[in-house]
């Protein structure tokens, strides 16, 4: 431990012969639905569930006589959860398969814990909505489908689950997803698969089930494993948000000034012209560090560090971006807001903090265009004021610049959130339109 | 029967040349971009240092998120006087290599200044008077935000825990009034004395860990390879034979070749029998393995089925 510490980005490159990689994806539906359950077969079925881990779900399902064990017990985590039976809170659970890691996010169901399914879907590549095949498509279907389509999930999967209480019935099946269909067409969902699936029998999860021998396609964890999230990320438009600038003012690096943060889409690589916003000032990239070793080139979602030619001003909150490839950059934001806050209303005139990328601004809310009723997506005009789980188009006007892209172009420099000055909480999430 | 409305465009050639990144990038890249947000963020962040492989990972991570220069914060070590020696001469070097600052505080003076009661008896641990030494040290040097090595797999509670997970000014975590996390937009905002604990390998495994400091060659304490060693058999867990544990009638002192998954506190880590004596015999051991880590070898969970829920809220790690 004692020599200087080296890492070779060759090193890492080797690594990359493996080739696995990683999938985010969220579980919604209604409580009740099975994805608790679903996410306890996906574990099992892939032999991710460890011994002790199994001996205590045993005891547990025991101890409550629910019979058989019951899955669910593997993500229902905190006691509150247990004791009411519910997923409270967003869980992950981690699991793999040969070709790949997943990052499963269990989000709770119920209404008021919209802004938790929010919270996990910001981040998801793909949205498991699950639909209990007795009940077909449900008003939780529609606000989880919309909120999936919002954020920008790239891949939704509606599994039917419950195959098995209802005959495991082909006609329930295609009457559920062709009404499906026509909910989706009304929103912008990329890609969609429907499955037939019992998550209690682990019928289409992981194996093809002998009790629907009319599906022919693919068993939900085949879906999992082959979506192209590469294809999902926007490597066209060069976006660089600076987090922190690296001057280690010792003596062999006394005029070192780099710049540290991740790419948020597209490609930076030596020599390309760049532009800082919002001061506009140009430069060219002198160098592209990892780890302090030379790189060739960064793409989306490395996290690396620029030296720039020339000795301008940057700091934290400025964003670095190719020359002839700018975001808008402006003051007069419009956005589709979930709002947050179970203590306080968001109004015209309400002050907030905006964050955006590493920059934040003061910014007041101008105007609520219209509320979307999440549930029959109708657009309610003449709201005064949005309460927890509201879902709004507003105007908002910040006090410095804010160099943008419209959300659905650019997942990562399209999203903001909004902080209230006083309690500090985050209140609102933020798709810029 | 298949309904599938798929997007009908083809791979750009470009997408298609560009290879995927490897998971062990993504987490590298993503627990690197949460390091300089809290560098960014707060006025005086710290690393938790405990000396076990997870905040081994933390320091390595963040040598790269800030090389060429150092690391922008102190190491912090919160001793239960009952550590390994090993790792505590491992963190010395660690901390002298790196360059950084190492803050070390003892449970010990906590105890004596507080007047605290320990535990006694056989199973008697220090664990959770940890907490105490933390906060007091959180609030002697006004850390407004502290990195840890805490993962979501390694136990239910933690597995829900946010990435920035807000406290209190009495240190506490509020499992139902977490901070909504959106995208990668951290929240650190917070008033004077609160603080937010902050996780950049919350989404990695035991394994995945395994793997990068292989990948990395980072050397690690030696009581992770397999060695003899005296123990003491109690319950069917093996634990390092120390004049710390109080023994009974009922331990048995055996001589085992062993080695730690996790190298916390004496009385409440077990070992497990093992040969495995490099990085690659033991991640090849814990793939196999049946068991998770915490079921293995961490003492203080399996009392109740909430035990770290509980400790979280008191504000433990
Ligand atoms: N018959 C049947 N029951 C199921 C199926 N999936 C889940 N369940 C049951 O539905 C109930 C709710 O499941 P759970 O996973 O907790 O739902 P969650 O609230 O969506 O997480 C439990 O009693 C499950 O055993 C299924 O495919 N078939
Ligand atoms: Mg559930």
């Given at each position: 431990m004692g020599e200087k510490q080296t890492f070779t980005h060759s090193v890492i490159q080797s690594f990359k012969i493996k080739q696995v990689d990683l999938l985010r994806f969220i579980t919604a539906g209604s409580v009740d639905d099975g994805k608790s359950t679903l996410i306890g077969r996906l574990l099992y079925d892939t032999k991710n569930i460890l011994a002790d881990q199994m001996e205590a779900i045993e005891r547990a399902s025991k101890s409550r006589n629910v019979g058989e064990i019951d899955l669910a017990l593997l993500t229902d985590g905190l006691r509150s959860e247990r004791e009411q039976g519910i997923t409270i809170d967003v869980a992950y659970k981690y699991f793999q398969t040969p070709s790949r890691k997943f990052i499963s996010i269990d989000a709770p169901g119920h209404i008021q814990y919209t802004r938790n399914m929010v919270t996990g879907a910001s981040n998801a590549d793909l949205a498991i909505i699950l639909v209990d095949a007795r009940h077909g498509v449900v008003e939780q279907?529609?606000?989880?489908?919309?909120?999936?389509?919002?954020?920008?999930?790239?891949?939704?999967?509606?599994?039917i689950n419950k195959m098995d209480l209802v005959g495991n019935s082909e006609d329930a099946f295609l009457e559920i997803a062709k009404s499906y269909?026509?909910?989706?067409?009304?929103?912008?969902?990329?890609?969609?698969?429907?499955?037939?699936?019992?998550?209690?029998?682990?019928?289409?999860?992981?194996?093809?089930?002998?009790?629907?021998?009319?599906?022919?396609?693919?068993?939900?964890?085949?879906?999992?494993?082959?979506?192209?999230?590469?294809?999902?990320?926007?490597?066209?438009?060069?976006?660089?948000?600076?987090?922190?600038?690296?001057?280690?003012?010792?003596?062999?690096?006394?005029?070192?000034?780099?710049?540290?943060?991740?790419?948020?889409?597209?490609?930076?690589?030596?020599?390309?012209?760049?532009?800082?916003?919002?001061?506009?000032?140009?430069?060219?990239?002198a160098k592209i560090e990892f780890g302090g070793n030379e790189i060739e080139e960064a793409s989306v979602l490395e996290s690396v560090t620029i030296l720039l030619e020339d000795d301008i001003d940057i700091s934290r909150g400025d964003i670095i971006v190719s020359l002839n490839n700018s975001p808008i950059v402006s003051q007069d934001i419009e956005a589709l807001v979930c709002w947050m806050d179970d203590k306080k209303t968001l109004k015209p005139g309400n002050k907030y903090v905006l964050q955006h990328g590493t920059a934040r601004s003061r910014c007041s809310i101008r105007d609520i265009e219209y509320q979307i009723d999440i549930n029959s997506y109708e657009k309610l005009d003449e709201v005064e004021s949005l309460k927890l789980n509201d879902v709004a188009r507003i105007v908002l006007r910040t006090a410095q610049p804010v160099a943008y892209d419209p959300y659905q172009k650019n997942r990562s420099n399209g999203a903001a959130i909004l902080i209230d000055e006083t309690s500090n909480v985050t209140v609102g999430a933020c798709m810029i339109e | 029967?298949?309904?599938?409305?798929?997007?009908?465009?083809?791979?750009?050639?470009?997408?298609?040349?560009?290879?995927?990144?490897?998971?062990?990038?993504?987490?590298?890249?993503?627990?690197?971009?949460?390091?300089r947000e809290v560098a960014g963020q707060f006025e005086r962040p710290a690393l938790l240092f405990s000396g076990g492989k997870d905040s081994i990972t933390l320091v390595r991570l963040a040598q790269k998120a800030f090389a060429p220069g150092k690391i922008p914060f102190p190491l912090v070590h919160v001793d239960t006087g009952h550590n390994f020696i090993e790792a505590i001469h491992y963190r010395d070097e660690l901390a002298a290599a790196t360059g950084s600052k190492l803050i070390v505080r003892y449970v010990e003076d906590t105890i004596k200044a507080k007047g605290l009661k320990e535990q006694t008896g056989k199973n008697a641990s220090r664990n959770w008077l940890q907490t105490f030494t933390l906060l007091d040290t959180i609030e002697e040097f006004e850390f407004d935000a502290c990195i840890g090595g805490a993962r979501r797999d390694e136990e239910k509670a933690r597995a829900k825990e946010r990435i920035f997970s807000f406290r209190d000014e009495f240190g506490q975590w509020d499992p139902k009034r977490q901070r909504p996390e959106l995208w990668n937009l951290f929240n650190g905002r917070i008033h004077k004395g609160e603080n937010v604990r902050v996780f950049p390998i919350s989404n990695w495994t035991e394994l995945d860990v395994w793997a990068y400091l292989k990948r990395e060659k980072i050397a690690l304490p030696s009581i992770y390879f397999a060695h003899e060693r005296e123990l003491i058999l109690r319950d069917g867990h093996l634990l390092a034979n120390t004049p710390v544990i109080e023994k009974d009638e009922n331990d048995q002192i055996v001589t085992r070749q062993v080695r730690f998954r996790t190298v916390g506190d004496m009385t409440c880590t077990a070992a497990v029998e093992s040969s495995a004596a490099t990085l690659d015999e033991v991640i090849a051991e814990i793939t196999v393995s049946r068991i998770s880590e915490r079921g293995e070898t961490r003492i203080d969970d399996q009392q109740t089925e909430a035990a770290m829920e509980d400790r979280k809220k008191g504000g433990y790690f």
């Open positions: 279907t529609r606000r989880h489908s919309l909120i999936a389509s919002m954020l920008g999930i790239p891949h939704v999967i509606v599994a269909q026509e909910l989706a067409a009304k929103l912008s969902i990329k890609d969609l698969t429907i499955i037939p699936v019992s998550a209690l029998n682990g019928d289409n999860i992981v194996d093809r089930s002998a009790n629907m021998p009319w599906y022919t396609g693919e068993t939900l964890l085949s879906v999992l494993e082959t979506v192209n999230v590469l294809k999902d990320q926007n490597t066209e438009d060069g976006r660089f948000s600076v987090q922190y600038v690296i001057r280690p003012q010792t003596e062999e690096l006394h005029d070192y000034r780099g710049y540290a943060g991740r790419v948020q889409s597209g490609t930076f690589k030596k020599g390309d012209l760049i532009k800082v916003l919002p001061s506009e000032q140009e430069s060219k990239i | 029967m298949s309904i599938s409305v798929k997007e009908v465009s083809d791979i750009s050639e470009a997408d298609a040349r560009r290879k995927s990144p490897d998971y062990l990038d993504q987490l590298e890249a993503e627990a690197i971009y949460v390091m």
